[in-house]
């Protein structure tokens, strides 16, 4: 693809953003499957996930930034969390558990930290993990991650939000597409570094 620009000071940023725009773009939730874990009642465990990136494109002028384009190395898969009437169009991926952070592919994936809190009085059983795309709040350096908090409220519904804090020291803040595109006032109420928010409610089970 080629494309004229006519800005004046200006520069090119070329680095990971949230798996949701390309494909048919009907997926506005990340959906992350991976090998069971089983929680006795008011216990937290924290795992390493991987997830889909894509890459975008953006010129930086001296009072805004553009989206160019956005494209993906990874051919693009969907699901169909929850019903029919009640789901939602995911983006979908399987991952591995791990302990730490694995090495990742970083033109194809990136790192989720999930804590999970069983608030429950019983045992819980999870094996995967629905994101909102607000929830997502990446950060790069020689990779892509982002953290974030599962708890579980009952024995097939969690809430799930995003924390915007970086994996661990040196990453910076990738740019928000949202942002980029002027669109963030429409889509969610504006992220506060730090604070995480209710998030999104998997009504449709944890497994």
Known sequence: MEKAISVGLSRLLVHPVEPFNTGSGVAGHLEVEFPQLILEAG??????LTFPIEIGVFVEGLRDTEILDVFSVEKVKYSLYGSP?????????????????????????????????????EWAKVSRVVLDEAEMHLYVADFTAMMAVMRITGME???????????????????????????LQLRAPPRIPGVERKGFVMEGGLS
């Open 157 to 183: 519904v969690a809430e799930v939000s995003g924390v915007d804090r970086p994996l661990k020291g040196g990453m910076a803040r990738a740019h928000d597409l949202f942002t980029a595109r002027r669109i």
């Open 85 to 121: 009437n009640r789901g939602v169009i995911t983006r979908f991926a399987r991952s591995l558990r791990h302990r730490e952070a694995p090495p990742v592919d970083r033109t194809r994936e990136g790192v989720i930290k999930l804590s999970i809190r069983n608030t429950l009085s």
């Open 43 to 48: 216990a937290t465990e924290t795992v390493f």
